[in-house]
């Protein structure tokens, strides 16, 4: 059943569900939908233009373009001529720096790059000159002009014609996607027709993915966790993908594609949980109670419920009574047809896991990787443990080895990194397994549990180990806060590097009729310090001394993929924010002294 490839599994869909919507994309701010049919012949279409243009097997052709039709038919039109795609990271307003692009493109010996439009071509023009294998570039929006040296996507596509799909082995290279790059250089994944079909079919099956499902896409097809699980998992399908105009309007694109599988990140959903709560906060006191108490006593019922334990008669009356007046709610948010909510590439807070569940929604945790097409395991309607990352999906093997490193074994996991032999026998042993650097255990009824990394774990000059995720989740669930990173190997005690939630300090700058020349002055303020400060010892009280911070700087700047601080996939690149903040961070230890520097320190 596994032995095809992306556009064999992607055709017999296409003959199941002809008349089907596939994607939906705004225009004029209506979405208007591409029936399976239409996307085969627009696929069709722009596979004759590439192969007239001399695109052939196992040539490799970049993206750079955030999600809509255009990217997923110049996928599928590629890898049916048997190329490989090549796919980098953006959003809109947001592309990676130029040298990362060249190395990307020059390392793969990239043939041709699908562009999404001249604002992005136009950061990029200048350094084509010095990547000598790209042969062409072609632009999804563009204006008919002569004498210009890109082509238009509409002038590539040639209907009416037709070619065959090239003779190409489940085995063989689908796609080359470059890691984040956490530490180093990035790597070429090498993912296989197999490894990505056997995984999206395992991802559609453990969370029982149909053909009546929606999904609205808007984290970057660049990252496999977006493109294998709302992508081809929901083609495979039969469903249906509608495409956010951008990140910052899919809130309300949802209240017109009406998804009813959402696919997230915890920053994400930590985000929405927190503006959620805001206005929770500064609502009426009535309201305010009725919240409350909705999620204390749909708590104490899914307890109970667990446990399967006695539910006294006046907890279910209650019970009914709340979720009628304020979980009902909740559930009418992004068009109310929410039944799935999964939730992957780093851990979630369990407390706002709790929340969302208790609430009404079906929040699945998973954990995969890139280098496994990315699903390894994920909690399932009929097996949802919070705090976990659930069972292996079919096919997949998991295994603790040392130091509770996580291994995996499986048809998805890849092939190895793209001229990195060395760098490939690293993390794949001589049985297959793969070592992901990851640490966890299994709980007594299998689920798999992640308790750190073993490059992020911290270990004190006291010899206590403490992995920072989750105390960062912890205070990243202040709404004055948007990102942390914990600091501290080799030292006495934990400091933090906080970048405040800027919107929010701002209003609360107004409340408090605060005045201030600019941003940075603002984060100065004992106000603002000191507001901060209250959430950061708030969310960290219960731990021990020696998993408690001591001292935190506030940074302007957030952490981003465009200044190198967050991996496309929004991780913390630790290496990268202490390279660029260290004196802040040493301030915190009292090595360097700078006056500039204390105005935005705070020692606990």
């Known amino acids: 059943m596994n032995d095809r490839t992306i556009y064999q599994a992607f055709s017999e869909s296409v003959k199941e569900h002809a008349d089907r919507t596939a994607l939906m994309y705004k225009k004029d701010s209506e979405y208007q939908p591409i029936t399976y049919r239409e996307l085969s012949q627009m696929v069709d279409a722009v596979a004759v233009g590439l192969q007239q243009m001399g695109v052939k097997k196992e040539d490799r052709i970049a993206i750079i373009s955030y999600n809509r039709p255009e990217w997923v038919i110049s996928d599928l039109a590629t890898l049916k001529l048997g190329g490989i795609v090549v796919p980098l990271y953006y959003t809109p307003g947001h592309i990676l720096p130029v040298s990362l692009i060249s190395y990307m493109i020059n390392d793969s010996k990239t043939r041709m790059i699908f562009i999404e439009n001249m604002e992005v071509y136009s950061c990029i023009r200048e350094a084509l000159k010095n990547m000598p294998t790209v042969q062409n570039v072609v632009l999804f929006d563009a204006r008919p002009e002569k004498n210009v040296d890109y082509l238009r996507f509409e002038d590539l596509r040639k209907t009416g014609e037709e070619c065959e799909a090239a003779a190409v082995s489940p085995d063989e290279i689908a796609t080359i996607v470059y890691t984040s790059g956490t530490t180093g250089e990035p790597k070429g994944v090498m993912l296989t027709h197999r490894n990505i079909v056997s995984n999206a079919l395992a991802a559609v099956e453990h969370c029982g993915f149909t053909s009546d499902d929606v999904v609205l896409s808007y984290l970057p097809l660049a990252h496999m966790f977006e493109r294998t699980c709302d992508y081809y998992g929901v083609l495979f399908a039969g469903g249906s993908v509608?495409?956010?105009?951008?990140?910052?309007?899919?809130?309300?694109?949802?209240?017109?594609?009406?998804?009813?599988?959402?696919?997230?990140?915890?920053?994400?959903?930590?985000?929405?949980?927190?503006?959620?709560?805001?206005?929770?906060?500064?609502?009426?006191?009535?309201?305010?109670?009725?919240?409350?108490?909705?999620?204390?006593?749909?708590?104490?019922?899914?307890?109970?419920?667990?446990?399967?334990?006695?539910?006294?008669?006046?907890?279910?009356?209650?019970?009914?009574?709340?979720?009628?007046?304020?979980?009902?709610?909740?559930?009418?948010?992004?068009?109310?047809?929410?039944?799935?909510?999964?939730?992957?590439?780093?851990?979630?807070?369990?407390?706002?896991?709790?929340?969302?569940?208790?609430?009404?929604?079906?929040?699945?945790?998973?954990?995969?990787?890139?280098?496994?097409?990315?699903?390894?395991?994920?909690?399932?309607?009929?097996?949802?443990?919070?705090?976990?990352?659930?069972?292996?999906?079919?096919?997949?093997?998991?295994?603790?080895?040392?130091?509770?490193?996580?291994?995996?074994?499986?048809?998805?996991?890849?092939?190895?990194?793209?001229?990195?032999?060395?760098?490939?026998?690293?993390?794949?042993?001589?049985?297959?397994?793969?070592?992901?650097?990851?640490?966890?255990?299994?709980?007594?009824?299998?689920?798999?549990?992640?308790?750190?990394?073993?490059k992020e774990i911290i270990v004190t000059s006291g010899g206590k180990n403490v992995a920072p995720a989750p105390t960062e989740a912890r205070i990243s669930m202040s709404s004055y806060i948007d990102q942390v990173m914990l600091y501290g190997d080799q030292k006495k005690y934990l400091v933090a590097l906080v970048v405040p939630n800027q919107p929010v300090i701002e209003e609360f700058a107004g409340a408090q009729n605060l005045t201030f020349k600019n941003y940075p002055e603002l984060l100065s303020r004992d106000e603002v310090k000191n507001a901060i400060k209250r959430d950061i010892v708030e969310a960290t009280t219960d731990l021990p001394s020696y998993g408690q911070i001591k001292a935190f700087a506030l940074i302007p700047e957030p952490f981003s993929p465009e200044n190198e601080m967050l991996t496309p996939t929004l991780k913390l690149k630790r290496t990268k924010i202490v390279e660029r903040y260290n004196d802040f961070l040493e301030n915190m230890y009292g090595v360097v002294q700078s006056t500039d520097l204390e105005r935005h320190i705070v020692h606990l």
């Open 242 to 454: 509608g495409y956010a105009e951008d990140l910052t309007t899919a809130a309300q694109d949802s209240e017109k594609v009406r998804p009813t599988v959402v696919l997230a990140v915890p920053y994400v959903i930590e985000k929405v949980y927190a503006a959620a709560f805001k206005k929770v906060e500064e609502s009426s006191p009535i309201r305010k109670g009725l919240v409350n108490s909705a999620v204390k006593n749909l708590n104490e019922l899914a307890n109970r419920k667990y446990r399967s334990e006695n539910i006294p008669l006046l907890l279910k009356v209650k019970c009914s009574i709340l979720d009628k007046l304020v979980a009902s709610k909740f559930r009418k948010l992004c068009g109310g047809r929410i039944r799935l909510i999964v939730s992957g590439a780093a851990p979630l807070n369990r407390q706002i896991a709790k929340t969302f569940y208790v609430l009404g929604y079906n929040i699945l945790e998973g954990y995969g990787l890139t280098e496994t097409s990315p699903v390894v395991a994920c909690n399932s309607l009929d097996d949802n443990c919070l705090g976990t990352v659930g069972r292996p999906v079919s096919g997949v093997e998991v295994r603790i080895g040392d130091n509770s490193e996580i291994l995996i074994r499986g048809p998805n996991v890849m092939k190895g990194y793209y001229n990195k032999p060395e760098e490939t026998a690293k993390v794949i042993d001589k049985e297959g397994w793969l070592h992901t650097g990851d640490q966890g255990v299994f709980d007594e009824k299998g689920h798999l549990k992640i308790t750190g990394r073993i």
